[in-house]
């Protein structure tokens, strides 16, 4: 069965910080695997698309790395702004179109 | 370029009711999407369309969920009759062309069952 499991469920950091958030996921045939953002009360925000094992996408303080069987969402000196849930979706060979998601990560930065 | 919208943003209603929520996706993605999110676990997908067709409607928990796609622009999602376990948000989101690029959601219609 595909599955995506994201960890840990809910980061607190200081603000200049740095960490990381962990996807795992086993899919039949992996077809991309998304970064989403996701303020209270509106949809996930697009971030990033990976499609193979050793890409990397980077966005301001964000950078996103692949591997056969997880990937790394890297925070680099957050802000309080980063605040938000992280979500992480992938896209089997054999599924269609759909996201399977995993349950997010809520990351809070004090300033 | 408009994102995608979602009408309403809150529906309450009682056990039995009918509602029907709306997703207008960006202009010119084939592809439209509904998910849903439940108290305390992750977005589900519900179906797919591809212009007007249902690609994948393996998601629709039963069928008390319809969901249409007329001309392949707008879509709706009906529940009818409402139950308590249908509360949650629903998500809405469009892509364009079959290959693996990004869906883009549209800020969610939050049910609520009572």
């Known amino acids: 069965e595909d599955q995506v499991t994201q960890s840990p469920e809910a980061l607190r950091l200081q603000e200049g910080e740095s960490s990381s958030l962990n996807c795992s996921y086993t899919v039949s045939g992996l077809r991309g695997l998304f970064w989403y953002r996701q303020d209270p009360g509106k949809g996930p925000e697009f971030l990033f698309t990976l499609y193979s094992a050793g890409e990397e996408k980077e966005k301001e303080r964000l950078k996103a790395t692949l591997t056969k069987k997880e990937s790394f969402l890297h925070i680099t000196a957050p802000k309080p702004e980063d605040s938000a849930t992280y979500l992480c979706a992938v896209q089997a060979g054999n599924q269609g179109g759909k996201l399977i998601f995993g349950q997010g990560t809520e990351l809070s930065v004090k300033p | 370029e408009a994102g995608v919208t979602q009408f309403p943003s809150h529906s309450v209603i009682e056990k039995g009711q009918t509602v029907t929520l709306r997703c207008d996706p960006i202009?010119?993605?084939?592809?439209l999407y509904w998910y849903r999110r439940v108290m305390g676990k992750e977005i589900k997908f519900l179906l797919h369309f591809v212009k007007e067709s249902k690609q994948d409607e393996s998601g629709m928990p039963n069928n008390r969920f319809l969901a249409e796609r007329t001309g392949g622009t707008y879509s709706t999602l009906k529940v009818q009759p409402a139950e308590l376990e249908d509360s949650g948000v629903y998500f809405c989101?469009?892509?364009?062309?079959?290959?693996?690029?990004?869906?883009?959601f549209g800020p969610g219609t939050r049910l609520t069952v009572t």
């Open positions: 202009s010119g993605h084939d592809n």
């Open positions: 989101a469009s892509k364009r062309g079959n290959k693996p690029y990004e869906q883009y």
